[in-house]
């Protein structure tokens, strides 16, 4: 089986813009989880979408938001950016057990 | 708020059990041990993970002490591949991804 994919791998935006980014789950998985990681504050849950509903969210602000698709690829958006969103941002998926499989990561840089 | 203390790092030689520790004193009973990895710029990988009972699988061991305050990951014959950050968490069960969170974990170096 193909792992998760996430895209794009790197990227570079400046402050007071917006991105997307996306994940494709491993073939079966149904559960897709967003991660932020950064040096100082290490691995941080974003949110969780299950069947296209949101089903966990962590402590971001409603800058950060999320969907997924019937096909169960999930997308997350960040607008108004700023220097401290920069970080690695990582998607897992899940077949629904606690096993977590993670992608590659897209590291944002916000400049 | 860490749940979980691991060594900064520690290094290992090619071909011998690296053994890493992990002390969880805190830990309630509802609460799993996981071990994940973290190779350079790459995702964590899912290692192992238990409850009470000692646990294996293809890529290592994982020790729980009786009173399940301290924990070790054994991977049996670490090879240079195995150079990476270990993280040591507890999650409770039902799972809540917010306890995904990983503190500095242990930078295991294997070397020749």
């Known amino acids: 089986k193909a792992g998760v994919t996430q895209t794009p791998r790197y990227l570079i935006k400046t402050r007071g813009q917006q991105v997307t980014l996306s994940c494709s789950p491993i073939s079966g998985h149904r559960s897709v989880s967003w991660y932020q990681q950064t040096p100082g504050q290490g691995l941080q849950f974003l949110f969780e979408?299950?069947?296209?509903?949101?089903?966990n969210k962590g402590n971001f602000p409603g800058r950060f938001s999320g969907r997924q698709f019937s096909n169960s690829r999930s997308e997350m958006n960040v607008s108004t950016l700023e220097l401290g969103d920069s970080a690695l941002y990582l998607c897992?998926?899940?077949?629904?057990?606690?096993?977590?499989?993670f992608g590659p990561g897209t590291r944002l840089t916000v400049t | 708020d860490a749940k979980t203390t691991q060594p900064t790092s520690m290094d290992c030689a090619e071909g011998r059990a690296a053994n890493l520790p992990c002390n969880h004193s805190?830990?309630?009973?509802?609460?799993?041990v996981y071990w994940y990895r973290q190779i350079h710029s790459q995702g964590p990988q899912y290692i192992i993970h238990?409850?009470?009972n000692n646990e294996t699988n293809e890529m290592a061991s994982l020790i729980i002490t009786e009173d399940r305050k301290s924990s070790t990951l054994i991977l049996p014959h670490a090879t240079l591949r195995d150079t990476a950050v270990y993280y040591c968490?507890?999650?409770?069960?039902?799972?809540?991804?917010?306890?995904?969170?990983f503190g500095a974990g242990t930078r295991l170096t294997v070397k020749p």
């Open positions: 805190t830990i309630s009973g509802n609460e799993y």
């Open positions: 979408y299950f069947s296209e509903t949101q089903r």
């Open positions: 897992a998926s899940s077949p629904g057990t606690d096993e977590q499989y």
């Open positions: 238990g409850l009470k």
């Open positions: 968490i507890v999650r409770a069960t039902p799972y809540n991804n917010n306890d995904m969170r």
